[in-house]
């Protein structure tokens, strides 16, 4: 899962600002989902993914993850799979975002399910690129001068994959790329001498950035067809929100500035790669809509066939749709965005691929009016349309919310 990257970064989806290769080719390999839609933060969103659950169940506040969760990494132990994170944790939280929770604190990689981990940000900052603190199972919190945290986390990941070669393994990577600040990568000449205290943040070097972190995700396939797990390796890639909004990128020969923060599509509309050797039909394209809550439900039914009764999810797994199977797809996504974090407005809505229904009555075609610059008046609307806006407004009757 990559840091804070759209859709519009990605050549497979038509941008054409980036080098994506490995991506791209894993893309055409596999599948390309059209219509996958974050939150458009970065908390709200890894909560989501990781517990299958609309933020109003367990959201807690920005940069913790409520203890009492269960997420993907405990089922996924219980399914009989070693488990590992690698890359950005940020679920604790700081001093000020324990305040602003009422005094609570998050949790860490080993009460949410996982058996191992190298991270940056699980008790404090530091950077997370180049001399980066980090923390790990084996290592305890260091300090790594003169390398680079990404190349350190994909390094950390392909010894557990060596370990555990024989048995079931679930890794989940949240990349710390390709989020600011915008720094040089290993690859760019100056990156020996560049100083982290010089506060660099030039959005010049977001397309290394970008550039960098495909490379790594070429590493960690080849790494599979090294040990000779890529046959039963499903790979999923995804960003966990809309890229910078001091980031614009052009996609199919538009301009597109991102939007972070922000719940528009291009705060919330992320890319979504599937493939699966053996498995997923190369070429696809699924145009059906994915919300964040049903990869949940998906890995479980990867893992074990089903999904436990026991488990409560708002999620809908997508699992047959890899397979190319007739299934249950989604008619819409809900989003309950409530960050209490920097001047990021609450928003609670209803959207499918074209509409858009915001809780306070806005009303919008995403088709003719991505930016959602002109509101319709949903009192003039066309019989057809007038009767999805009225199931759109159940949908928000039905997840009214009660926050944790």
Same mark, same amino acid.
């Given at each position: 899962?990559?840091?804070?990257?759209?859709?519009?970064?990605?050549?497979?989806?038509?941008?054409?600002?980036?080098?994506?290769?490995?991506?791209?080719?894993?893309?055409?390999?596999?599948?390309?989902?059209?219509?996958?839609?974050?939150?458009?933060?970065?908390?709200?969103?890894? $909560?989501?993914?990781?517990?299958?659950?609309?933020?109003?169940?367990?959201?807690?506040? +920005?940069?913790?993850?409520?203890?009492?969760?269960?997420?993907?990494?405990?089922?996924?132990?219980?399914?009989?799979?070693?488990?590992?994170?690698?890359?950005?944790?940020?679920?604790?939280?700081?001093?000020?975002?324990?305040?602003?929770?009422?005094?609570?604190?998050?949790?860490?990689?080993?009460?949410?399910?996982?058996?191992?981990?190298?991270?940056?940000?699980?008790?404090?900052?530091?950077?997370?690129?180049?001399?980066?603190?980090?923390?790990?199972?084996?290592?305890?919190?260091?300090?790594?001068?003169?390398?680079?945290?990404?190349?350190?986390?994909?390094?950390?990941?392909?010894?557990?994959?060596?370990?555990?070669?024989?048995?079931?393994?679930?890794?989940?990577?949240?990349?710390?790329?390709?989020?600011?600040?915008? $720094?040089?990568?290993?690859?760019?000449?100056?990156?020996?001498?560049?100083?982290?205290?010089?506060?660099?943040?030039?959005?010049?070097?977001?397309?290394?950035?970008?550039?960098?972190?495909?490379?790594?995700?070429?590493?960690?396939?080849?790494?599979?067809?090294?040990?000779?797990?890529?046959?039963?390796?499903?790979?999923?890639?995804?960003?966990?929100?809309?890229?910078?909004?001091? $980031?614009?990128?052009?996609?199919?020969?538009?301009?597109?500035?991102?939007?972070?923060?922000?719940?528009?599509?291009?705060?919330?509309?992320?890319?979504?790669?599937?493939?699966?050797?053996?498995?997923?039909?190369?070429?696809?394209?699924?145009?059906?809509?994915?919300?964040?809550?049903?990869?949940?439900?998906?890995?479980?039914?990867?893992?074990?066939?089903?999904?436990?009764?026991?488990?409560?999810?708002?999620?809908?797994?997508?699992?047959?749709?890899?397979?190319?199977?007739?299934?249950?797809?989604?008619?819409?996504?809900?989003?309950?965005?409530?960050?209490?974090?920097?001047?990021?407005?609450?928003?609670?809505?209803?959207?499918?691929?074209?509409?858009?229904?915001?809780?306070?009555?806005? +009303?919008?075609?995403?088709?003719?009016?991505?930016?959602?610059?002109?509101?319709?008046?949903?009192?003039?609307?066309?019989?057809?349309?007038?009767?999805?806006?009225?199931?759109?407004?159940?949908?928000?009757?039905?997840?009214?919310?009660?926050?944790?």
């Amino acid at each position: 899962m990559a840091d804070d990257l759209g859709y519009e970064t990605l050549g497979v989806y038509g941008g054409s600002s980036y080098n994506t290769p490995n991506l791209d080719e894993l893309a055409y390999e596999g599948m390309r989902f059209d219509h996958c839609y974050s939150t458009p933060l970065c908390t709200p969103s890894r $909560v989501q993914i990781m517990t299958g659950k609309y933020n109003f169940r367990n959201y807690i506040s +920005f940069g913790l993850l409520d203890s009492k969760e269960n997420t993907f990494g405990h089922y996924m132990q219980k399914a009989g799979y070693k488990t590992l994170i690698t890359g950005k944790w940020q679920l604790w939280g700081n001093t000020r975002q324990q305040e602003l929770a009422g005094g609570r604190t998050g949790t860490t990689p080993e009460k949410a399910g996982f058996n191992d981990y190298c991270l940056w940000q699980i008790d404090e900052r530091g950077s997370r690129y180049k001399n980066p603190h980090l923390a790990s199972k084996k290592n305890g919190t260091l300090m790594y001068p003169d390398a680079y945290g990404p190349d350190l986390f994909v390094e950390y990941m392909e010894g557990f994959m060596e370990t555990y070669r024989e048995d079931p393994m679930f890794i989940y990577y949240p990349m710390v790329l390709t989020h600011d600040p915008f $720094v040089p990568t290993p690859k760019n000449p100056g990156f020996k001498t560049f100083e982290n205290t010089s506060k660099t943040n030039d959005t010049t070097y977001f397309g290394e950035m970008v550039s960098y972190m495909d490379l790594l995700v070429g590493k960690i396939v080849k790494k599979t067809e090294d040990l000779g797990i890529r046959q039963n390796t499903l790979i999923l890639f995804i960003g966990d929100n809309g890229t910078d909004t001091d $980031v614009t990128s052009i996609i199919n020969g538009t301009e597109l500035t991102g939007d972070k923060g922000n719940t528009t599509n291009a705060g919330t509309h992320v890319p979504l790669i599937a493939n699966w050797k053996g498995k997923i039909k190369p070429g696809s394209v699924n145009e059906n809509l994915i919300d964040f809550t049903d990869f949940l439900p998906t890995l479980l039914e990867v893992a074990t066939g089903k999904l436990p009764d026991s488990i409560q999810t708002d999620g809908l797994s997508f699992h047959p749709q890899l397979l190319g199977k007739e299934t249950k797809v989604r008619d819409w996504i809900f989003c309950d965005y409530d960050p209490n974090w920097g001047k990021f407005q609450a928003r609670r809505y209803v959207q499918d691929r074209k509409w858009k229904l915001y809780e306070n009555g806005e +009303f919008y075609n995403l088709e003719d009016d991505p930016f959602e610059n002109n509101p319709l008046d949903i009192t003039n609307q066309s019989s057809e349309v007038t009767s999805l806006i009225q199931r759109f407004k159940k949908v928000l009757e039905t997840y009214k919310t009660k926050k944790p």
